[in-house]
């Protein structure tokens, strides 16, 4: 993504319009995102980065296709927003920064105006420069993610585990365009320039792929992966007060069919803080509290489906389910079986 807008590039490529065509699909996905979440408050960082990809492939094939030189003075910029985008569109699902905007915007505009400053007093430090800059942002990413599933505090527990598994995706795709750029530099510099140019024309155009649909994905606020296994330790007596007062609520007021239900709406409707609640469940029914919260969907799941005539699909809305791959995920998980099979097993 950053090698081929290095200032020291090379004069020919074969020019494919591969770059448009991922432009264009890159565009798609932003619109089918756009309508999806058009009821609710969309995620606009990770809108903002499915543009810039687009933005980025344009620029590419631009540079590379047409030989437009001048694409190059404003590139580089362009791809140092890309990383604090994406950590930007991962803190929105994590936890509401006490920064104030204007200081959160400022502090993410520092690579952009790094490069900027770069470009006018040392440009042969760009390349250099922006490696750091996707690693140290890849890094900051994954340690967002330390705790696993229950960091995405602001996501909905029904869409978790595919916005855990995109966020993770979305850091890969940064360590691997820093990756991408330090051997295009490495090779640029052994005057190897054939592999460089076949390198910048597929892996950053593949990047930028997967750094648009992970952020669609993760936008959509689905539910994050199983956390990171951890050794267990003893519950406490707090645990079992924390566990009945939630497990009390979850009965009572039935909150698990609530599908924009979080570990954040949790703690405040039932007055616990939030990392309290996740602790004490991990600890003491080693699970997420993703998975808690939809073992609870699942169990009326099975009740409705044996004692009702009920469509599976309506079923799977009543309880709190948005989409059949994750109310099927889920389904196998505490059963083993499909709700199909659960069904005609208990008819």
Not at 25 to 54: G, H, K, S, W
Not at 160 to 167: D, S
Not at 253 to 259: G, N, P
Request: net charge positive.
């Amino acid at each position: 993504m950053m090698a081929a807008y290095s200032p020291r590039s090379c004069q020919a490529m074969l020019f494919i319009p591969l770059p448009f065509a991922v432009a264009l699909l890159l565009l798609v996905l932003f619109v089918a995102v756009l309508r999806r979440d058009e009821e609710a408050v969309p995620n606009r960082p990770f809108l903002a980065l499915i543009l810039l990809a687009a933005l980025q492939s344009v620029l590419s094939g631009l540079r590379w296709g047409y030989g437009v030189q001048a694409v190059g003075l404003v590139a580089p910029v362009i791809a140092a927003m890309v990383p604090p985008l994406a950590y930007a569109g991962v803190s929105r699902l994590v936890r509401t920064s006490r920064r104030p905007l204007p200081a959160r915007m400022a502090l993410h505009a520092v690579p952009a105006a790094l490069i900027l400053l770069l470009m006018a007093v040392w440009r042969e430090a760009i390349d250099i420069a922006l490696v750091l800059i996707f690693v140290g942002y890849a890094l900051a990413i994954l340690l967002l993610m330390g705790p696993g599933a229950d960091a995405l505090r602001l996501a909905p527990f029904e869409g978790a585990v595919p916005a855990y598994r995109a966020i993770i995706f979305t850091a890969a795709a940064l360590c691997l365009s820093a990756a991408i750029d330090t051997f295009v530099f490495l090779d640029l510099t052994s005057a190897h320039s054939a592999r460089a140019l076949m390198l910048i024309s597929i892996g950053n155009l593949a990047v930028l792929v997967i750094l648009g649909i992970a952020a669609a994905a993760a936008s959509r606020s689905r539910a994050p992966a199983e956390m990171v296994e951890t050794a267990p330790r003893p519950e406490t007596s707090e645990d079992k007060e924390t566990i009945a007062a939630v497990d009390a609520l979850m009965e009572a007021r039935k909150l698990y069919r609530d599908t924009n239900l979080n570990l954040d709406r949790l703690a405040r409707k039932t007055g616990i803080p939030a990392r309290q609640i996740s602790a004490a469940i991990n600890r003491a029914m080693d699970k997420n509290v993703s998975q808690y919260v939809n073992d609870y969907r699942i169990g009326e799941a099975c009740r409705l489906l044996a004692g009702t005539e009920k469509p599976v699909t309506e079923v799977m809305f009543e309880v709190g389910f948005q989409t059949k791959s994750n109310f099927n995920r889920e389904f196998r998980r505490v059963t083993d079986m499909t709700p199909v099979a659960w069904r005609q097993r208990k008819g």
